[in-house]
T-cell receptor, first 114, second 117 residues
Framework: GDSVTQMEGPVTLSEEAFLTINCTYTATGYPSLFWYVQYPGEGLQLLLKATKADDKGSNKGFEATYRKETTSFHLEKGSVQVSDSAVYFCALSKSNFGNEKLTFGTGTRLTIIP | GAVVSQHPSWVICKSGTSVKIECRSLDFQATTMFWYRQFPKQSLMLMATSNEGSKATYEQGVEKDKFLINHASLTLSTLTVTSAHPEDSSFYIC?????????????FGPGTRLTVL
């Protein structure tokens, strides 16, 4: 079945550092890929998405590119802030909008130190 | 964005009792809702798909008699953990796709922490 493998956490970085969180997937067909973020005490929120190969999703300074050849969707940010501290989940769906069931990775807890 | 609420946010119960968790879409209608379970340091695992006016669809390995799902209205789905045992202790999360909205994405509740003593 479909699966998502995500970089083990936790990850601790200093403010303004470069961030990469790795995500690879296994799926039949052509899934859409998503990054969700969960801030403390809140529900998961969609951060960005990509629906086809070579698409780049971006939001709030975060970016991820759908790489079909390497089945990857790594999350990157050039300069992290303390407010980026959260848990990040990579996910896939057969729906472009993610409004069908999602398959999640294990989540990566990110802590940014001032 | 759209808002999904869950109640209660945390619950502690004795082994053998039943616990009901509510999931509400506050500003949109949701004909479908999803229930996930999250173990510590693990991924969210889909338990079931809740469909308004019809039976829920359970994922393989999920006991439908233990995890009762009722989607009685377009804004409310409930998950009842029957005869709860310590191994049912977990974080339960619901979500609902806002298909009527232009952004048409899935929105998540904040989760319910269940502890069974």
């Amino acid at each position: 079945g479909d699966s998502v493998t995500q970089m083990e956490g936790p990850v601790t970085l200093s403010e303004e550092a470069f961030l990469t969180i790795n995500c690879t997937y296994t799926a039949t067909g052509y899934p859409s890929l998503f990054w969700y973020v969960q801030y403390p005490g809140e529900g998961l929120q969609l951060l960005l998405k990509a629906t086809k190969a070579d698409d780049k999703g971006s939001n709030k300074g975060f970016e991820a590119t759908y790489r079909k050849e390497t089945t990857s969707f790594h999350l990157e940010k050039g300069s992290v802030q303390v407010s980026d501290s959260a848990v990040y989940f990579c996910a896939l769906s057969k729906s472009n909008f993610g409004n069908e069931k999602l398959t999640f990775g294990t989540g990566t807890r990110l802590t940014i130190i001032p | 964005g759209a808002v999904v609420s869950q109640h209660p946010s945390w619950v502690i119960c004795k082994s053998g009792t039943s616990v009901k968790i509510e999931c509400r879409s506050l500003d949109f209608q949701a004909t479908t809702m999803f229930w996930y379970r999250q173990f510590p340091k693990q991924s969210l695992m889909l338990m079931a798909t809740s469909n308004e006016g019809s039976k829920a669809t359970y994922e393989q390995g999920v006991e439908k008699d233990k995890f009762l799902i009722n989607h009685a209205s377009l804004t409310l789905s409930t998950l009842t953990v029957t005869s709860a045992h310590p191994e049912d202790s977990s974080f339960y999360i619901c979500s609902a796709p806002a298909r009527e909205r232009s952004y048409n994405e899935q929105f998540f509740g904040p989760g319910t922490r269940l502890t069974v003593l």
